[in-house]
């Protein structure tokens, strides 16, 4: 039904922004080593995909704060609440070290530190997401016929 469908969403795009992550941070690796420079193909290619990552994780951010915020109230239970405001919470806050990040012109230390949290992240979502699918929706009262 729908709680599968969006929890199998919110997995499948967290893929997606670690995807577009890994691309991003290789050519941020590369720009530093000079390699781009050799290539200058490949160099221009890992650059221009470089706005896809922000603009990915800003647009799922949406997603995540809504769909995790309707999951919660449709199946209501401690860990999931304490997981998904936490998640969200997070998420939020590695928004802003992906702008710290871009800002400090993607040290290999920020760009590891932006890692740690994408993985923190994830295993929250993953144990968010099996809360989730094992807690039964909440009862809804018939409507009152007059």
């Given at each position: 039904?729908?709680?599968?469908?969006?929890?199998?969403?919110?997995?499948?795009?967290?893929?997606?922004?670690?995807?577009?992550?890994?691309?991003?941070?290789?050519?941020?690796?590369?720009?530093?080593?000079?390699?781009?420079?050799?290539?200058?193909?490949?160099?221009?290619?890992?650059?221009?995909?470089?706005?896809?990552?922000?603009?990915?994780?800003?647009?799922?951010?949406?997603?995540?704060?809504?769909?995790?915020?309707?999951?919660?109230?449709?199946?209501?239970?401690?860990?999931?609440?304490?997981?998904?405001?936490?998640?969200?919470?997070?998420?939020?806050?590695?928004?802003?070290?992906?702008?710290?990040?871009?800002?400090?012109?993607?040290p290999v230390w920020m760009q590891l530190v932006h890692?740690?949290?994408?993985?923190?992240?994830?295993?929250?979502?993953?144990?968010?997401?099996?809360?989730?699918?094992?807690?039964?929706?909440?009862?809804?009262?018939?409507?009152?016929?007059?």
């Amino acid at each position: 039904g729908w709680t599968g469908a969006a929890t199998l969403g919110a997995l499948f795009l967290m893929t997606l922004i670690g995807m577009s992550g890994a691309v991003t941070a290789l050519g941020d690796t590369l720009l530093h080593l000079d390699v781009i420079h050799t290539n200058p193909v490949v160099g221009e290619t890992l650059l221009a995909l470089r706005i896809y990552h922000p603009t990915l994780a800003v647009g799922i951010a949406f997603y995540m704060l809504v769909v995790l915020t309707r999951l919660m109230l449709d199946r209501p239970s401690p860990t999931a609440y304490r997981l998904g405001i936490g998640f969200n919470l997070l998420y939020v806050a590695q928004l802003g070290l992906g702008l710290l990040n871009v800002w400090l012109k993607a040290p290999v230390w920020m760009q590891l530190v932006h890692l740690l949290i994408t993985d923190i992240l994830w295993i929250m979502l993953v144990v968010f997401s099996a809360t989730i699918l094992a807690t039964r929706p909440q009862e809804k009262p018939a409507p009152v016929r007059v």
